[in-house]
Nanobody, 119 residues
Framework: QVQLVESGGGLVQAGGSLRLSCTPS????????MGWYRQAPGKQRELVAV???????SYADSVKGRYTISRDNARNTVCLQMNSLKPEDTAVYYC?????????????WGQGTQVTVSS
């Protein structure tokens, strides 16, 4: 079973930056969308950013202009550059990969990486 391996989380002061990376432990064929979600304590998991197979991107309003999502199609790696971080960005961030193969959709999730922004 292929797993998504995340890295790059940590503790940073408000206004700082972090870069998250997500790499599969094996080969995933038919990758379509790749994205990042986050879940803060007591809140539901929310979509942060997504990048589709054609390269177009979407962002949550709360992170527009501060976060940038990118992908390496050859390695199925997805990264999230987070700038001008705010305390409200504190959450566990999860990588997501959507595979569509022979018309069947499958979701892959990372284990989550903690991002803590201090004021």
């Amino acid at each position: 079973q292929v797993q998504l391996v995340e890295s790059g989380g940590g503790l940073v002061q408000a206004g700082g930056s972090l870069r998250l990376s997500c790499t599969p432990s094996g080969t995933i064929s038919g990758v379509n969308g790749m994205g990042w979600y986050r879940q803060a304590p007591g809140k539901q998991r929310e979509l942060v950013a997504v990048i589709r197979s054609g390269g177009d991107t979407s962002y949550a309003d709360s992170v527009k202009g501060r976060y940038t999502i990118s992908r390496d199609n050859a390695r199925n790696t997805v990264c999230l550059q987070m700038n001008s971080l705010k305390p409200e960005d504190t959450a566990v961030y999860y990588c997501n990969v959507v595979r569509i193969l022979f018309g069947v959709l499958k979701d892959y999730w990372g284990q989550g990486t903690q991002v803590t922004v201090s004021s």
